[in-house]
């Protein structure tokens, strides 16, 4: 029989250990872990922006020359309200990790942004390695900007430009003043797990856009908005290696290439795209391809497979004079290479 007698110093020390191993099995071995309270200086905690504080926990997660990187975690009783902002690479480190289990609010209302010439209100910009991961919730409060701020005005939730080797994962998405992830410029990203939503009659609230960028995966979530689940457009240089796969999609105007050409733009080329086992219940449209007339550009070798569609209005749309009311949908040979296995 063994007799044991802790102190109160014993005790503090057997936690701390707890906590430290907790922290190995979470987030890895060797990753150091930063909590935003570690950069609040108002330590009566009566501000209700913690902007500043996610910018000085950004430099500690894009300066570290550890090997492994650092995490920055904001656990489930934890909400903060940000400004928009920015963070950007390049960064020393090339494994930042933040996990988000707590919310993440914007200003409930138009007039209380500040920064509005920012597109995004979380942006990521020249980053790579970047892991986001969690099960909280990011919330803009967009429903504020739908019917007093145009959409030209308006921001998307979160946005990645120009970033490399990304992986975002698990979040809620609610209610985005636009779009609700912006992909622009990215190569190597991976996106899964989302559960992305706001009401089927919200203007423009597209789940996940995609301009310029390669080899992007979106796998196993539920987009339920008022515009397209998924929206892949081209540009100059072109969107390509697209793979959509496990996407419940309703309500919403469906997964779509384009709109291509607007503007008369040249070489405005989507390929190599892959839409598998994905579901549109209640859906304006299923598959659909959306170009303008007097664009240049391909939309070339894309694969709808194994698709499952509830009361959809369009199950396949291809529509080349996209917002031109006098024509009618035909399908020209010429600029689509399409092929649909239902």
Partial sequence: MFNFF????????LFSLIIVISYYFEYGEGQRILSIKDF??????TIIDYSQAFQEAWKGLCEDETPNGS???????????????????PCVSSNIHIQIDGKLEGPRKPIYWKNKENRSWLGFKDVE??????????NPHGEAWWKSVSLSKRPTTISFASCMDIVYNG?????SPRNHISIYGCTNATLSNLDI??????????GINICLSHRIQILDSSIQTGD?????????????????????????HGISIGSLGKDNERDDIV?????????????QNGARIKTWNGGRGLAKNILYENITLIDAGYPIIINQHYFDNKKKHYFDKSFLKVIFKL
Wanted: hydrophobic fraction near 30%; include cysteine; aromatic fraction near 6%.
């Fill in 129 to 138: 390695g970047l892991v986001i991961n969690g099960s909280g919730v990011l």
């Fill in 228 to 252: 397209d689940c998924v929206a892949i457009t081209g540009g100059r240089g072109g969107s390509s290696d697209i793979n959509i796969t496990g996407v419940a999609c309703g309500p919403g």
């Fill in 6 to 13: 802790f102190t109160m110093k014993d005790f503090k020390t």
């Fill in 197 to 206: 939503s706001a009401p089927e009659d919200s203007p423009n609230t597209d």
């Fill in 40 to 45: 609040i200086i108002d330590t009566n905690h």
């Fill in 171 to 175: 979040l809620h998405h609610i209610n």
């Fill in 271 to 283: 390929e190599n795209v892959n839409v598998r086992s994905c579901s549109f219940t209640g859906t």
């Fill in 71 to 89: 995490a920055l975690v904001i656990r489930k009783n934890e909400t903060y309200t940000l400004q928009p902002s920015t963070f950007r690479g």
